[in-house]
């Protein structure tokens, strides 16, 4: 089968090299065998950058999207996330039928693209990249969310070459790109909620937040806390939601609010009575 790009965004470079260097692997190890795969060529808007990478990957150059589709048998789109989403409606009606379209813009499903029922529309995520010396970055596995005719096709092609992936349906890509999330955005949000709210509470010396921050980060001390879900005492908890509240910091008291609720469901503390501690949380998050 032959694939193609179109456009030239980003992770193009990590999944270019990845193609290329499972398809040397091949042949090395399969010398009188056709790879599965085959570089065709590639389709982007600013000419001189879609020649140069072509030039640089032995690739040809599509001078029209159409001619593109008619000659390859799988697309991987590397296109800014509007342009993804506007692609299925300049796509319809143009009679492409039979290809394999794939993206891999993160916050979008395979659904995105699907223009008709005979073609494969499929959402790929490198959940992880691994750096290496001599070749950048290289993904270890592939999720695989996607439906068609030709997706039996896509998954014998990656069995072949050696690409680790996992298929998974449309809501458990949605759930794990949660859990990423949680392990890339969370920590950064805590640690500047804190950081803030020690230089609110500690207004009259400011070096010391900075300085507990600093020593915290770096990992050569240990925060001395005291947790409202571990606590018995439902005064200190109320004293302690009230205060937030009335600072008027409402992204704090709601991050306040959502890790207490998340503590007491996943530990389920009883020290507490639920009744109390959901209406407080509530108040926080400023439910009526």
Known sequence: MEFSYLGLSEPIDIVNSALLNHTVTY?????????????????????????????KNDMAVYTKAYDMFSKSDIILVFLPCRAVKS????????????????????????????????????????????????????????????????MSDI???????????????????????????????????????????MKMSLYSAPQLADSIMEHYKA????????????SSDYGFFKSQSEVLSSLGIDDISTLFATMLLAQQQSFKSDSISTAKFDRMCKKLLKYS
């Open 27 to 55: 042949r090395r190890t399969n010398r009188n065998l056709t790879p599965p795969l085959k570089f065709g060529g590639i389709y982007g808007a600013d000419l001189q950058k879609t020649a140069n990478f072509a030039a």
């Open 87 to 150: 692609l299925a409606a300049s796509l319809r009606g143009h009679g492409i039928t039979g290809k394999i379209i794939c993206h891999f813009t993160p916050s979008l499903c395979a659904e995105v693209l699907d223009f008709g029922a005979d073609n494969t529309y499929i959402s790929m995520f490198m959940p992880t990249y691994y750096s290496q010396s001599d070749a950048g970055l290289i993904p270890d596995t592939v999720l695989v969310e996607g439906y068609g005719p030709k």
């Open 219 to 230: 990992g050569d001390c240990v925060i001395n806390s005291c947790s409202v879900a571990d």
């Open 155 to 197: 998954e014998a092609i990656m069995n072949l070459i050696g690409i680790n992936y996992i298929t998974l349906s449309r809501e458990n890509k949605l759930a794990y790109l949660a859990a990423a999330s949680f392990l890339s955005d969370f920590p950064r949000l805590v640690e500047s909620a804190a950081h803030r709210l």
